[in-house]
């Protein structure tokens, strides 16, 4: 299942409940369940899981995400010190709502936690660097 990652590092809302609350403000998703780190989203037809992570190994991965795929950005430094991150499971699917509410639902996460989203599976960053 494609992943987009919303990597950050300040405190931030861990409680999904709030992170939920963030998503009714946005056109055609509706919140499905909420539970411990986890918010269940539907846009159109489409399922959407955003998933908080905070372990060890986040900090770890995003050394290497920084190391590897942010060699020439300037939050490089930023980047690798991230120790949070929101992880947003999708199923691809054609259609022109279905791209816009995933946009959204991504940019509500990094403006909540000033966060940077990579896509793992094209190795790319989906923000602009600063």
Not at 88 to 105: A, D, N
């Amino acid at each position: 299942m494609p992943a987009w990652q919303v990597l950050f590092s300040r405190e931030g809302p861990t409680d999904m409940h709030q992170v939920a609350q963030e998503m009714t403000s946005i056109p055609l998703v509706r919140v499905l369940d909420v539970s411990d780190g986890r918010v269940d989203l539907q846009a159109e037809d489409i399922q959407i899981r955003v998933h908080y992570e905070g372990d060890d190994y986040v900090l770890q991965e995003s050394d290497e995400i920084a190391c590897q795929f942010a060699t020439t950005r300037s939050d490089r430094e930023k980047i690798g010190k991230c120790n949070r991150r929101f992880t947003i499971y999708f199923e691809p699917e054609e259609g022109k709502e279905f791209m816009t509410s995933l946009i959204l639902i991504d940019d509500t996460l990094e403006k909540l936690v000033g966060g940077v989203t990579f896509d793992p599976s094209l190795g790319e960053f989906l923000t602009a660097q600063p």
